[in-house]
């Protein structure tokens, strides 16, 4: 019932600051007990889980990321969005946008670091 769809660029110089967006319909971010996190995947790899933020606003990171990640969101909107500073190659990977206790995914972007 849930959907998620990811916006953003596909290009990403390095250094630069990544933004992705992920818009939520079918129901509302603010959903008690639902946590909305982003996830990626570098080609090749497994799934890395990035970070999330809760139905109350807080958010939480990996520890590999902590430095660089920050989880937002806009409830007017029924949104939230990743931004990851320093981008490198090694941040190339196609992004998703899930919450697991609905069970549903974005689509996913393809995320290109390369300049």
């Known amino acids: 019932q849930v959907q998620l769809q990811e916006s953003g660029p596909g290009l990403v110089k390095p250094s630069q600051t990544l933004s992705l967006t992920c818009t939520v319909s079918?129901?509302?971010?603010?959903?008690?007990?639902?946590?909305w996190s982003w996830i990626r995947q570098p080609p090749g790899k497994g799934l890395e889980w990035m970070g999330r933020?809760?139905?109350?606003?807080?958010?939480v990171y990996s520890p590999s990321l902590k430095s660089r990640i920050s989880i937002s969101r806009d409830t007017s909107k029924n949104q939230f969005s990743l931004q990851l500073t320093a981008m490198t190659p090694e941040d190339t990977a196609v992004y998703y946008c899930?919450?697991?206790?609905?069970?549903?995914w974005g689509q996913g972007t393809q995320v290109t670091v390369s300049s």
């Open positions: 899930a919450t697991f206790k609905g069970g549903s």
């Open positions: 079918g129901g509302s971010i603010t959903t008690n007990g639902y946590y």
């Open positions: 933020i809760g139905y109350e606003g807080i958010s």
